[in-house]
C-alpha cells in the first residue's frame, strides 16, 4: 500500500472522528481513485451515506461490495448486505441473479425463485437471452413439479433455437400434466418434432400415444429407432405397441430380443400371450407359454408358472388346445390333485368338441389316478355309444374291481349274518380300525404343519380310545417322537426303529391312505402356500374360503376371527355359481350357534338345518365347523365353516382338512398383524415415510427367527443410488432427499404388504423379504429397477441409475440366529460393493459357499 493512501485513509478517519462526514467521503474517494478494490473504503463509503440518509449512493457502494463477495466463506455477509441495503432498490439483473444463486445455496427455495423471476425478466428486456435461460432452468430445477416452470423453459428455449432446452422442458412438462392426456400428448409431440432422432423423445411421446389408443403411431414412431436400441423401457413399449397393434409375431420378436440380453419378464410372455388367445390363435398361445415354462421351470419358478396357466384357464375355460396344454403340464409338474381337474376340463371338452378318442384317452387317466372317484361312472356313460365297445368293457372292469375291493375283506363276508346285514361285532370292529386310521393321519397331517398341539391332542385321544396301541403300532411310535410327546405310563424315549426292522416290515414307512386322504394332504399343502402368499389378513381369509369351497364343491364357506361371543373382527365368504352373499345377521346367528354346540369325536362342530333355522335362512342342509385357536394364548380365536345346500355325510379327512387350513390361515394372520404392529410402532423417516434405520436390525432379526421355527425362506434387497455419496456432496443435500422422497414413494407400490422397507442410509433403502427365496428377491429386484425407470433427477433432469443386491438367509446348524443375520446382511452389502465395481446399473446376489 503506498504512502498516500495510507495517508488518506488516516486523514478519513480523523474526519470520521469529527463528524466532518463530507471531508470523509471525499478521502475514501480519493483511497478508491487509486485502488479500485479497496475493501475498506468501499463499505465505510456505503456506510458514511447511509448516516447522511442517501440510500441510494450508499447502495451504490454496497453494490460493489456485494460484487466482491465471491469466496464461500463470505456469502453469508453477501447474503446479509444485499438483504439489508441492496433489496430496496434496483439492481442489475447480474447482481439480481447472484443473489437468487446464493439464496438456492441456502435452500430458501421459494425467496431464490422470486429472485431469479425478477433476474429473468429483466435479461429477456436487456436481450440477455442465455443468462434469462439459465434463470428459468434455475426456478425449474427449484420447483421440479411445477408443470408451467418448465413450459416456461421450453418456450424460451424454442424461441433462442435451443432445440435440446426446448424439448427437455415439454417433455418433463408433459410427464408433470396429470388428469390432461390430450395436453401431454401435445407437449410430447412438440419435444418430438423438435427433436425427432431423440429417443427419449420419441419414447415418451409413444407412451402418450399408446395412452390414448393410438398403438399403431406408437410403433411406427419407435420401429426406426427400435433396430439398435437396447434400452429395457424402451423395447417393453415397442412391443406393447406391437402387440396392441395387432402385430403380434412382431411383438414376440422384441420379446425374445429383450430375453436373450438378460431384460425379458415372463408377465410380458403372458400378455402376449393373453393377445393371441383374444386373436383367435390358440397355437401361437401355446406354443409361446411353451417356451415360457421351459426358461421358467429352468428357473424353478414353477409355482409361478402354474398359478398363471390357471388364470388362462378361467379367462378361456372353453380352449380345447389350451386345456391340453393345461393337462400336460402338470403331469411333467407331478401334481397329482391339479393334473387330475385338468385331465376333467380335459375329457369335457374334448366331448364337446366330439373328438371321443381323445375323450377316452383322458378318462382311462382319470381312471389310473383315481378309480374311487363317483364321477367316473357318469363320464362313462357319456361315452357310451361313441366309443370303442372293447375300451368301454375295459374301464367298467376296472371300476367294479375298485368298487369290490372297497367294499368288503374275506373277514367281513365270512361275518355276514343270513340277512346279508353285517354283524354288530364287525360293525364295531370296522369303526374301530377307521376311527384310528383317520386319528393316526390328522395326527400326522399336524406334526406336518408344525401345529404341536393340535397334534398332542390327537395322540392323547389314540392313547385314550385305544389302551396298549403303541406297544405293537410302529406308526404311532414314530408319531409319539415326531410330536415330542410320549404317554404318561412310557415317559422314557420309545427306541428307535432300526433298519433291519423296517426292512422287514415296509408298512412302518409306507402307510397306504385312501385316495381323497392323499388329494386333501396335497391340497392342504397348496392352500397352505396361496394362503401365505396373500398381501393382508383380509386377503389370506379370501384366498382360504375360496380355496377350501372349490376343494369341497361346498354351497358356502366362511371364515371368521374373532373372540367366541363378540362381533367379528374379520369374515370372508365364499359362495358357490349363483348363490347370493349371506346377511350379515345370519352369519352372527349360525356363529353363535355352532359356538353352543358340542364338539364330536374328532373335534368338529356339524350341525344341520333342523336344529338351526340360521342354516335355512342361508339355504343351506347341514354344515361342519371347526374352531381356530390363537397361536400364542390357544384361546378360541376364531371359526372355518363349510356347508352344503344338498344333505350331505361329513367324513372324518373333511374335519382334519378344515382345521388344519383354518389353524395356518389363522397363523399367517397372526404374524401379518404383527408386521403391521412394527410397521406402527417404529419409527418411521419423516420424508419418506419408510421405516427407520432405527428399526432395521430389530426387524431382520424378528424375521429371521420366525423363519428359522417355519422353515421358510427370508430375504434382503438393498437398493442403492449408483455414485449416493458423490452424488449428495456435488447437488447437495435438500435436491437429494427430494429424489429419495420421489424414490420412495415410487417403490412403496410394488413391495408386499407383508414386506418391510427401511431408509437404510443417505443414498439407499432395504428391503427385508419374509417368506421369499432368492428367486422372489430377483423377481422384486427387476421390479423396483423398472418402478424406477421413469424416475428423474430434481437438480438436471436426468435419469439416475440405481443398483440392487439381495441375498437370501441361509440357516446352519452351527449359526445362531444373530450369526444368521450378520452373514445375510454381509453379502447384501458385498453385492453392493460388487455392483459398484461394475459400474452400477446392476442387479447381483451373492450366496454364501456351500460347507
Not at 408386499?752 to 443414498?763: G, M
Amino acid at each position: 500500500m503506498s504512502v498516500d493512501i495510507i495517508k488518506q485513509l488516516d486523514r478519513a478517519k480523523r474526519h470520521v472522528e469529527k463528524s466532518q462526514i463530507d471531508d470523509a467521503i471525499e478521502a475514501y474517494q480519493s483511497v478508491l481513485s487509486a485502488a479500485p478494490n479497496h475493501m475498506e473504503s468501499i463499505q465505510s463509503l456505503g456506510d458514511l451515506y447511509t448516516r447522511q440518509n442517501q440510500p441510494d449512493r450508499a447502495a451504490f457502494y454496497y453494490g460493489m461490495l456485494f460484487d466482491r463477495f465471491t469466496s464461500p466463506r463470505e456469502e453469508p455477509k453477501a447474503l446479509a448486505l444485499y438483504a439489508r441495503f441492496l433489496k430496496p432498490h434496483q439492481q442489475p439483473a447480474e447482481r439480481v441473479a447472484r443473489y437468487a444463486l446464493l439464496l438456492q445455496k441456502q435452500n430458501r427455495a421459494e425467496e431464490s425463485i422470486e429472485q431469479f423471476m425478477s433476474a429473468a425478466l429483466a435479461f429477456e428486456l436487456s436481450g440477455k437471452m442465455e443468462e434469462a435461460l439459465t434463470c428459468f432452468v434455475r426456478v425449474a430445477q427449484l420447483d421440479p413439479e411445477n408443470r408451467d416452470r418448465h413450459i416456461a423453459v421450453a418456450e424460451l428455449a424454442e424461441r433462442m433455437g435451443n432445440s435440446a432446452a426446448a424439448a427437455r422442458g415439454y417433455l418433463r412438462a408433459g410427464q408433470l400434466t396429470a388428469g390432461d392426456g390430450t395436453e401431454a400428448l401435445r407437449l410430447f409431440a412438440r419435444a418430438h418434432e423438435l427433436l425427432p432422432a431423440d429417443r427419449s423423445a420419441a419414447l415418451l411421446y409413444a407412451q402418450g400415444l399408446l395412452r390414448s389408443g393410438n398403438a399403431p403411431a406408437a410403433a411406427a414412431l419407435l420401429m426406426p429407432l427400435a433396430v439398435a436400441e437396447s434400452d429395457p423401457a424402451f423395447l417393453e413399449t415397442y412391443a406393447e405397441s406391437l402387440m396392441r397393434s395387432g402385430r403380434l409375431d412382431d411383438a414376440r420378436a422384441v420379446l425374445d430380443r429383450m430375453t436373450n440380453q438378460g431384460a425379458g419378464s415372463a408377465e410380458k410372455f403372458f400378455v402376449l400371450a393373453h393377445e393371441y388367445m383374444r386373436a383367435g390363435k390358440e397355437e401361437g398361445a401355446v406354443d409361446l407359454l411353451g417356451r415360457v415354462k421351459k426358461s421358467m421351470l429352468a428357473a424353478r419358478r414353477e409355482s409361478e408358472f402354474a398359478l398363471a396357466v390357471d388364470q388362462f384357464i378361467e379367462v378361456y375355460p372353453k380352449s380345447l388346445r389350451l386345456a391340453e396344454f393345461c393337462s400336460a403340464m402338470y403331469a411333467e409338474l407331478n401334481r397329482e390333485t391339479k393334473y387330475f381337474d385338468a385331465l376333467v376340463r380335459l375329457f369335457d371338452l374334448r366331448l364337446a368338441n366330439e373328438q371321443f378318442t381323445g375323450a377316452c384317452e383322458a378318462l382311462e387317466k382319470l381312471l389310473d389316478i383315481d378309480p374311487y372317484d363317483a364321477r367316473n361312472q357318469e363320464r362313462i356313460d357319456q361315452i357310451q355309444g361313441r366309443a370303442d365297445d372293447a375300451f368301454l368293457s375295459r374301464l367298467k372292469s376296472r371300476l367294479a374291481g375298485a368298487a369290490t375291493h372297497g367294499s368288503q375283506t374275506p373277514a367281513q363276508d365270512r361275518s355276514r349274518g343270513k340277512s346279508g346285514d353285517p354283524s354288530p361285532v364287525l360293525l364295531e370292529d370296522v369303526r374301530a380300525g377307521q376311527t384310528l386310521e383317520d386319528l393316526l393321519v390328522q395326527a400326522e397331517i399336524f406334526v406336518q404343519y408344525s401345529l404341536q398341539s393340535k397334534a398332542v391332542e390327537r395322540l392323547q385321544k389314540i392313547v385314550e380310545l385305544f389302551p396298549g396301541e403303541a406297544a405293537r403300532n410302529e406308526r404311532l411310535q414314530s408319531l409319539f417322537e415326531a410330536a415330542h410327546w410320549w404317554p404318561q405310563e412310557d415317559a422314557s424315549k420309545p427306541e428307535p426303529v432300526s433298519q433291519e426292522t423296517a426292512a422287514e416290515d415296509p408298512a412302518v414307512h409306507n402307510v397306504a391312505y385312501a385316495p381323497e386322504t392323499l388329494r386333501d394332504l396335497a391340497k392342504i399343502s397348496e392352500i397352505n402356500q396361496n394362503v401365505f402368499r396373500q398381501p393382508s389378513p383380509r386377503a389370506m381369509l379370501s384366498a382360504a374360503v375360496n380355496d377350501v369351497g372349490n376343494h369341497l364343491r361346498a354351497t358356502r364357506c366362511l371364515a371368521v376371527v374373532g373372540s367366541p361371543g363378540q362381533p367379528p373382527q374379520m369374515a370372508s365368504e365364499f359362495c358357490a355359481s349363483g348363490i347370493e352373499a349371506s346377511a350379515g345377521g345370519n352369519i352372527v346367528r349360525l356363529i353363535g350357534q355352532i359356538e353352543r354346540a358340542l364338539p364330536d369325536a374328532l373335534g368338529g362342530f356339524p350341525l344341520d338345518a333342523a336344529a338351526s333355522p340360521a342354516l335355512k335362512e342361508m339355504g343351506l342342509e347341514t354344515v361342519l365347523g371347526v374352531q381356530l385357536t390363537d397361536p400364542e394364548t390357544q384361546a378360541p380365536a376364531g371359526m372355518l365353516i363349510a356347508g352344503f345346500a344338498a344333505p350331505h355325510t361329513w367324513k372324518p379327512n373333511e374335519t382334519y382338512f378344515l382345521q388344519s387350513i383354518g389353524d395356518q390361515m389363522l397363523l399367517c394372520v397372526h404374524h401379518t398383524r404383527l408386521r403391521s404392529l412394527v410397521r406402527t410402532m417404529a419409527v418411521a423417516d419423516e420424508k419418506t415415510g419408510l421405516l427407520a434405520r432405527s428399526s432395521y436390525m430389530d426387524c431382520l432379526l424378528h424375521e429371521s427367527q420366525r423363519a428359522r421355527k417355519q422353515g421358510v425362506p427370508l430375504a434382503l434387497a438393498l437398493l442403492q443410488v449408483d455414485g449416493g455419496p458423490d452424488l449428495l456432496r456435488q447437488q447437495g443435500e435438500a435436491p437429494f432427499e427430494r429424489y429419495m422422497e420421489q424414490l420412495g414413494r415410487s417403490v412403496q407400490a410394488v413391495v408386499r404388504q407383508t414386506d418391510l422397507a427401511v431408509k437404510y442410509t443417505s443414498w439407499a433403502l432395504a428391503f427385508i423379504l419374509p417368506d421369499t427365496p432368492l428367486s422372489g428377491a430377483r423377481t422384486l429386484a427387476e421390479k423396483l429397477k423398472k418402478a424406477t425407470a421413469n424416475l428423474r433427477a430434481p437438480w438436471d433432469g436426468a435419469q439416475v441409475t440405481l443398483s440392487v443386491a439381495i441375498a437370501e438367509a441361509i440357516a446352519r446348524q452351527d449359526f445362531e440366529n444373530e450369526d444368521i443375520v450378520t452373514d445375510l446382511i454381509n453379502r447384501a452389502e458385498a453385492g453392493l460393493e460388487e455392483a459398484r465395481k461394475r459400474g452400477g446399473n446392476e442387479i447381483v446376489s451373492l450366496e454364501m459357499a456351500k460347507i
